[in-house]
């Protein structure tokens, strides 16, 4: 008997920039049919141990995840490292100087908001994170929305927070080199997060594949929460043409924000590799649960 497999392998919790705990998470993926699940905070793994215990108590398989935030080219790009060890020491170094940055940079978007005439935002924003390790835009945005700014956060980061928007702050995350490096120092794969969401022109994307694969990157989000159908199909042609596996997540962060609920995704193409058939000996798979009799 073969049963069929639904991931999602990309979600936040409060321990970064969602809004439900990692418990939380786990029932909202094990009610909406999820099988194998991984919770992928913003530059922490503070939220792992909880998420797999979670995960095991409720019959959910479980890969350890993360999501670095690394500059490539000048943007933003995002690495999801899945199945690698959350104690390992190097991968723990990399996200604590990962995070270093976010106080300052959040007090330096505070200041420019200020200056538009927005005021309190630091220490308003610092209310919605449940970790004050990782205060993020997304943090800033709920302040936004809370205080009339904006009718949501979607609005948030089209008026405001976003390269030439008031409340933007310039700011170098990891190398991707170092990103993938720790993951697979920890015995994890990488995967380049969302790829439809960069502003790359095609020669770029082409140096971030390239650059991706030669780091020892091996994976691709195809069917993502933020991808049109179209997008999907050029990122499958991507995974094949760069020779990666491909991966799905949903990318939720919040019943009342996401607009792709946990687990709630096409299918993976066929012809692709899934990216958890190179991690066989990392799902942390949950014991049976006994009907009650
Ligand atoms: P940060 O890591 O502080 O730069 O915040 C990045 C987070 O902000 C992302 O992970 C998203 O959750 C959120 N975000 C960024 N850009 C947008 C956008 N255009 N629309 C909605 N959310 C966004
Ligand atoms: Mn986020
Ligand atoms: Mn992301
Ligand atoms: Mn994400």
Redesign the pocket.
């Known amino acids: 008997m073969t049963i069929s497999l639904k991931a999602d392998l990309h979600c936040?919790s409060i321990i970064s920039?969602g809004t439900l705990t990692p418990e939380a998470l786990a029932a909202r993926a094990k009610s909406n049919g999820v099988t194998l699940w991984a919770l992928t905070d913003?530059d922490e793994l503070g939220g792992q141990a909880r998420a797999a215990t979670a995960a095991a108590s409720i019959g959910l398989d479980y890969l350890t995840g993360v999501?670095i935030?690394v500059t490539f080219l000048g943007q933003?790009v995002?690495i999801v490292g899945l199945g690698f060890d959350a104690d390992n020491l190097s991968l723990w170094q990399g996200l604590q100087k990962t995070r270093g940055g976010?106080a300052q940079r959040a007090h330096d978007m505070a200041d420019d908001l200020a200056r538009i005439g927005i005021l309190g935002a630091f220490e308003g924003a610092l209310k919605y994170a449940g970790n004050h390790d990782l205060i993020?835009?997304?943090h800033f945005?709920r302040f936004m929305v809370e205080t009339g700014v904006c009718k949501d956060?979607?609005e948030v980061?089209?008026k405001y927070?976003?390269e030439g928007k008031p409340g933007y702050v310039e700011?170098r995350w990891a190398s991707l080199h170092d990103a993938i490096t720790w993951i697979r120092q920890a015995g994890g794969v990488a995967v380049v997060a969302h790829p439809a969401r960069y502003k790359f022109s095609t020669n770029e994307e082409f140096a971030l594949f390239t650059e991706f694969k030669g780091h020892g990157g091996q994976g691709v989000e195809v069917v993502t929460g933020s991808h049109s159908v179209a997008e999907s199909l050029s990122y499958a042609n991507t995974a094949l043409e760069f020779g990666l596996a491909a991966s799905c997540g949903s990318d939720f962060?919040s019943p009342d924000e996401s607009r792709t609920d946990l687990g709630v995704l096409p299918d993976l193409p066929a012809q692709l590799t899934p990216v958890w058939t190179l991690l066989p000996h990392r799902i942390l798979h949950a014991p049976a649960i006994q009907p009650c009799r």
């Open positions: 936040h920039d913003h999501e935030s933003t995002h976010r993020s835009r997304t945005a956060t979607y980061f089209r927070l976003t700011h962060h």
